[in-house]
């Protein structure tokens, strides 16, 4: 719990630093924005002051320049307002008569105003434009910009939109600006200009951060993720080995305590006279023996398998014959339990390459639980039938089967239907782990299908053999 709320309060921590800097590159672009809307204005002060000057003819003249390379040094930044003023002061300064003159004439044509004039005479809109685009690509704008020049009485002077629509978000754009704001007789023209995809530009550039924060962020969240699952798997270790743990010191405890008693029975002289009491007592010490020999034996198979240390002597066999041979050893067993077993077999191809003994024991393993699992007296059907490439074993019993929550789970190691306080059912939940493993190493396949009080059928398929 305090890891999970010191992350989530470190997630949080961690999407409000961002969106505190993303808010701020958003004010930074802004005020760069701004930057270029005002340096636009001042750009085409300039322009118009110089276009009109070089109307009179006599801008060259006095600053020993063509047109050409007056207007392409505007277009690159030069500040030729102040050249002129430079140059005035120049020829002023040096008091030439003809300079004099051309100078006065100059300034008087400067200063003209044409109250009738076009205003597209005064500035044009592909110099707007010009000037509008050039003054964001200076400064490093990889992004599309709309602008619209609207009049005083909110007509549309000059546009790069056509869509109404859109020309309607240029207008209410925040980015806006007087286009002559030094005009003695005020014409009221003001341009607007529309960035688009502002938050998009703004991630862009901004990514390795994010990119960088969300990848650590997403790293925690997956170990932190890893470390719940593997403390969960973990507790759930823990109680399937105290569980493995209580069932086989009860395992174990039954038939060490029957063979107590049965030598302290057999160590006493008056019973140990009697013939048919002693032939009982040592039958009972043989089958506990025997009893305690599989239940070591079922650990040490389970251990070899998980330890993938098995290996497997592989021969060509006859999986009927395995079959046959398996009931004929669990016969005594099948008998006392007053069980019954039909044989279906029905494939054709029944040549299979696999380990003889371990498949007795994967049958064995099946039959037993059929037999333990019983409701009442014991009815088992094995069947076999060809498949493509290969051969399936059905064995279904009548016994209390299981339920869809459990069926999943069951080949899993040390795992066992919960019973509740019952433990007439003996095993260590290692049975069917061991059967799954040594059918897997057959590059076979198991699976149960099975519902509560109608009986369970496991399905095994094998490969058939190859041909030689």
């Given at each position: 719990?305090?890891?999970?709320?010191?992350?989530?309060?470190?997630?949080?921590?961690?999407?409000?630093?961002?969106?505190s800097a993303v808010q701020q590159r958003k004010i930074q672009f802004d005020e760069k924005v701004q930057l270029c809307v005002h340096e636009i204005v001042e750009r085409i002060e300039k322009f118009e002051t110089i276009k009109k000057a070089e109307r009179t003819g006599k801008l060259a003249n006095i600053l020993g320049q063509s047109s050409t390379d007056i207007f392409t040094n505007l277009s690159q930044d030069i500040?030729?307002?102040?050249?002129?003023?430079?140059?005035?002061?120049?020829?002023?300064?040096?008091?030439?008569e003809k300079d004099e003159n051309n100078m006065k004439e100059f300034m008087?044509?400067?200063?003209?105003?044409?109250?009738?004039?076009?205003?597209?005479?005064?500035?044009?809109?592909?110099?707007?434009?010009?000037i509008i685009f050039q003054t964001f690509t200076k400064n490093n704008f990889e992004t599309s910009i709309d602008y619209a020049l609207i009049g005083s009485k909110g007509e549309v002077v000059y546009t790069n939109t056509q869509d109404s629509t859109h020309l309607k978000q240029v207008e209410s754009s925040s980015y806006s600006i007087n286009l002559?704001?030094?005009?003695?007789?005020?014409?009221?023209?003001?341009?607007?200009?529309?960035?688009?995809n502002q938050t998009k530009y703004v991630l862009k550039s901004m990514w390795v951060m994010l990119l960088l924060s969300f990848l650590f962020l997403v790293i925690i969240i997956t170990i932190f993720y890893y470390n719940i699952k593997v403390i969960y798997k973990q507790k759930k270790l823990s109680i399937i080995k105290n569980d493995f743990i209580n069932n086989m010191t009860h395992e174990l405890k039954t038939p060490i305590s029957t063979i107590s008693l049965a030598c302290e029975a057999l160590s006493d002289k008056?019973?140990?006279?009697?013939?048919?009491?002693?032939?009982?007592?040592?039958?009972?010490?043989?089958e506990e023996n025997l009893r305690l020999g599989n239940l070591v034996e079922n650990v040490l198979q389970s251990a070899t398998v998980e330890r993938d240390s098995l290996a497997l002597k592989i021969e060509l066999i006859n999986l009927h014959d395995i079959i046959e041979k398996t009931v004929k050893n669990n016969k005594l067993q099948i008998t006392d339990k007053n069980g019954v077993v039909e044989l279906n077999l029905m494939a054709g191809n029944?040549?299979?390459e696999g380990d003889k003994i371990h498949l007795?024991?994967?049958?064995?393993?099946?039959?037993?639980?059929?037999l333990k699992y019983a409701s009442n007296s014991p009815k088992i059907k094995i069947s076999t039938e060809d498949v493509i490439n290969g051969i399936v074993i059905k064995i279904k019993d009548n016994g209390i089967g299981i339920s869809k929550d459990h069926q999943d789970k069951i080949f899993d190691k040390l795992y066992r239907v919960?019973?509740?306080?019952?433990?007439?059912?003996?095993?260590?939940?290692?049975?069917?782990?061991?059967?799954?493993?040594?059918?897997?190493?057959?590059?076979?396949?198991?699976?149960?299908?099975?519902?509560?009080?109608?009986?369970?059928?496991f399905i095994i398929q094998l490969e058939a053999a190859k041909e030689y």
């Open positions: 719990m305090l890891t999970t709320i010191a992350l989530t309060g470190l997630t949080a921590f961690q999407a409000y630093w961002i969106n500040y030729l307002q102040d050249s002129i003023v430079k140059e005035i002061n120049k020829h002023l300064r040096l008091g030439i008087k044509d400067l200063l003209s105003i044409d109250f009738f004039a076009n205003f597209e005479d005064r500035l044009a809109k592909e110099d707007l434009e010009n002559f704001p030094d005009d003695f007789f005020d014409a009221e023209l003001r341009l607007y200009i529309l960035i688009a008056d019973l140990a006279n009697n013939t048919k009491n002693r032939v009982r007592f040592i039958q009972t010490i043989k029944t040549l299979i007795i024991n994967v049958f064995s393993n099946l039959i037993d639980n059929a919960p019973t509740g306080d019952r433990h007439d059912v003996k095993g260590f939940g290692l049975g069917l782990s061991y059967v799954k493993s040594i059918i897997e190493k057959h590059n076979g396949k198991i699976k149960v299908e099975s519902q509560l009080l109608s009986g369970s059928t």
